[in-house]
T-cell receptor, first 112, second 115 residues
Framework: GENVEQHPSTLSVQEGDSAVIKCTYS??????FPWYKQELGKRPQLIID?????GEKKDQRIAVTLNKTAKHFSLHITETQPEDSAVYFC???????????FGAGTRLFVKA | GAGVSQTPSNKVTEKGKYVELRCDPI?????LYWYRQSLGQGPEFLIY????????DSGLPNDRFFAVRPEGSVSTLKIQRTERGDSAVYLC?????????????FGPGTRLTVT
C-alpha cells in the first residue's frame, strides 16, 4: 500500500542554522506533496506544498525540493528561529490532493 | 471566517460503547476528510467525502467504523463497540475542490479515550 517514510524523527539545531527533513514515498502516482507544521496541542497547518511538475519551491525561509525519479522530497528551513520548533509532517497524495498519506513526523527543536 | 470545528473536544467512553464524533467543515468546502492521530504519529487517513458520497474509505480500519455526510456539509464519524486501541485524536479537515489550492484545513480534533 501507499507509504511515506520521514527522517529524522527528531532534529535539534542552533538558532540561525538550517534544518533539513527528508521523505520518501512509495506510490508513483503521487503528484502533490504538502508539508504541515503542528505545534503542541494544536492542529496541523500547511506551510508549503509542491506539485510534481515543479522541482523546487521557495517561500521566504522555507523551501521544498522534489525528485520524482527517486521518489523523495525534502523540506529546508534556513535561519531557524525558536518559533520554528514544532513537529513537521510530510505527506503525499494523488491528483486533487485528496487521499493523503502522512509521514510519522519530525520533531524540530531550535535552541536559542 | 469560521474554520473547521469538531465536537466534542474530548470524549471518554467505556470499552464496547458506541460513539459519534462530529465535524463542521468550512462553508463551501466540498471535500471533507477524517484522520486518526495517535501519540507521536502522523495523521492516518481514514476516509474522504466529495459532497455527500464517500469517495475513498480505504483507510477505515474495520467495519466498526462508519462515517456519513448526508447533506454534503456536516459529517459524523461513528465507532461501534469501541476498543482501547481506538483511543487517539480524531482529526477532520476540509478543502475546496477544483481550486488552485489543494490545502486541507484541519479542525482542532476530538480526543477519544476508551477505558
Amino acid at each position: 500500500g501507499e507509504n511515506v517514510e520521514q527522517h529524522p524523527s527528531t532534529l535539534s539545531v542552533q538558532e540561525g542554522d538550517s534544518a533539513v527533513i527528508k521523505c520518501t514515498y512509495s506510490d508513483s502516482a503521487s503528484n502533490y506533496f504538502p508539508w504541515y507544521k503542528q505545534e503542541l496541542g494544536k492542529r496541523p497547518q500547511l506551510i508549503i506544498d509542491i506539485r510534481s511538475n515543479v522541482g523546487e519551491k521557495k517561500d521566504q525561509r522555507i523551501a521544498v525540493t522534489l525528485n520524482k525519479t527517486a521518489k523523495h522530497f525534502s523540506l529546508h528551513i534556513t535561519e531557524t528561529q525558536p518559533e520554528d520548533s514544532a513537529v513537521y509532517f510530510c505527506a503525499a497524495s494523488g491528483a486533487g490532493g485528496f487521499k493523503t498519506i502522512f509521514g510519522a513526523g519530525t520533531r524540530l527543536f531550535v535552541k536559542a | 471566517g469560521a474554520g473547521v470545528s469538531q465536537t466534542p473536544s474530548n470524549k471518554v467512553t467505556e470499552k464496547g460503547k458506541y460513539v459519534e464524533l462530529r465535524c463542521d467543515p468550512i462553508s463551501g468546502h466540498t471535500a471533507l476528510y477524517w484522520y486518526r492521530q495517535s501519540l507521536g504519529q502522523g495523521p492516518e487517513f481514514l476516509i474522504y467525502f466529495q459532497g455527500t458520497g464517500a469517495a475513498d474509505d480505504s483507510g477505515l480500519p474495520n467495519d466498526r467504523f462508519f462515517a456519513v455526510r448526508p447533506e454534503g456539509s456536516v459529517s459524523t464519524l461513528k465507532i461501534q463497540r469501541t476498543e482501547r486501541g481506538d483511543s487517539a485524536v480524531y482529526l477532520c479537515a476540509s478543502s475546496l475542490t477544483g481550486g488552485a489550492s489543494y490545502e486541507q484545513y484541519f479542525g482542532p480534533g476530538t480526543r477519544l479515550t476508551v477505558t
